[in-house]
Structure formats: C-alpha cells, structure tokens
C-alpha cells in the first residue's frame, strides 16, 4: 500500500543536539511538507518542497533545516539552534507540485513526536 | 490575522447526539479549497472532505455532513449520531490559489463523544 511513513515515532535529544526526522512517501507525489503541533494549537509549516532539489520556508523555518535530493524523501533536521523543539511533527505529501491548478488536498503520515531531556 | 478560525476548542457530546464543527475562513481569493481532516489518537490526520471554492452544494457522507457557505465565509461539518470512535481532533484548512501548496489550518476541535 502507497503511504508515507516517518520515523522515529519516538525522539528524544540532548540540549544542544541535532536530530534528523525521516520522511519517505512512496506514492509519487511532488510536493512535501513539513509541519509542527504543539498541545492545543494549530498545524504550523515549517519547510515545503515543490519539486527534487528545491524547498521553500514556510512560517517558523528558523532552527530547522531540510533537503529534497530524492523525490521520496525528505529529512527534516531540528538544529541546536532550535529553542523549543519539543513538539509532534508531522510530514505530509501532495499530488501537485508547482504547476499544479487542482489541490487534492495532503496525505500525511503518523507524526513523530520530539522530546528534549 | 487569523485565515481559519475554529472557536470552539473543545466539544463533549453524549453518543447519539448530532454535533457541529464550526470553521470560519478569510480570504481574497476567488479561487480556494477547504478541507477537513480528523485526527484521531494515533496522531496521523486523516483526510475527510475537500470542497473548491465554486461548488456550494452541501455534501452528505453517511453521518457526516458539510455546509458550504460563502456569503458568511464558513465551512460547518456536522456528525450526525455521533459514536464513540468520532471522538478526535477536527482541523478545518484552506489553500488559496496563490499557493496551493500552502495550507492554512484552524487550531482544531476536540471532540469528546461520551457512551
């Protein structure tokens, strides 16, 4: 079955440690995405890539860092630089890439949920 | 300024009972989608409807419906006979034709049906 999947479900980091969330989608979508929860809030964007080799911030990039070099993954790193990062993240893909006129909305995958110790 | 605003934060319902999500969006654009998704426990946001911008029709999905209305901006989905299993966190999002790839998304309702 086509899906995403992202893992560890479970993180744990270090203070001052980076730390890499995996996410691999196998149902050639263009777009991918990466978001963040925090308790009772609202999904916030944190990176999102179009194509391979090309990704833009989204609104709270700043502590965290991404790369596109396969069409089926997309890593996304939490640096040091990161002050809270204690939160779920959530990876998500879509059909449509920049050239898209039809949104088919996101498939997401489980969420991987980041604690600092 | 908030795109999609979703008041209520947190609803408890006893099972049987109808309850209704309510999600107010803004924007400029002429074109745009609305979605609704739930998530459950588990943590994975499951896809439940997509609506464009030029389809009002209100749809009907077994116990699940939506009301469409642009003259006051909302996108209301209703559980009718709500069950035990309903209970989850609803997100109501938007994506204008600017960005598509963009998604703006509510806080979320929690819903808690009761036995």
């Known amino acids: 079955d086509g899906g995403i999947t992202q893992s560890p479900k479970y993180l744990f980091r270090k203070e001052g440690q980076n730390v890499t969330l995996s996410c691999e989608q196998n149902l050639n979508h263009d777009a991918m995405y990466w978001y963040r929860q925090d308790p009772g809030q609202g999904l916030r964007l944190i990176y999102y890539s179009q194509i391979v080799n090309d990704f833009q911030k989204g609104d709270i990039a700043e502590g965290y860092s991404v790369s596109r070099e396969k069409k089926e993954s997309f890593p996304l790193t939490v640096t040091s630089a990161q002050k809270n990062p204690t939160a779920f993240y959530l990876c998500a893909s879509s059909i449509g890439g920049a050239a898209s006129a039809t949104n088919y909305g996101y498939t997401f995958g489980s969420g991987t949920r980041l604690t600092v110790v | 300024a908030q795109k999609v605003t979703q008041a209520q934060t947190e609803i408890s319902v006893v099972e049987k009972e109808d309850v209704t999500l309510d999600c107010v969006y803004e924007t400029r654009d002429t074109t745009y989608y609305l979605f609704w998704y739930k998530q459950p426990p588990s943590g994975e946001l499951v896809f439940l409807i997509r609506r464009n911008s030029f389809d009002e029709q209100n749809e009907i999905s077994g116990r699940y419906s939506w009301n469409f209305q642009k003259s006051t901006s909302s996108f209301n989905f209703t559980i009718t006979a709500s069950q035990v299993v309903d209970s989850a966190v609803y997100f109501c999002?938007?994506?204008?034709?600017?960005?598509?790839?963009?998604?703006?998304f509510g806080s979320g309702t929690k819903l808690n049906v009761k036995p």
């Open positions: 999002a938007l994506s204008e034709s600017r960005n598509f790839n963009k998604f703006y």
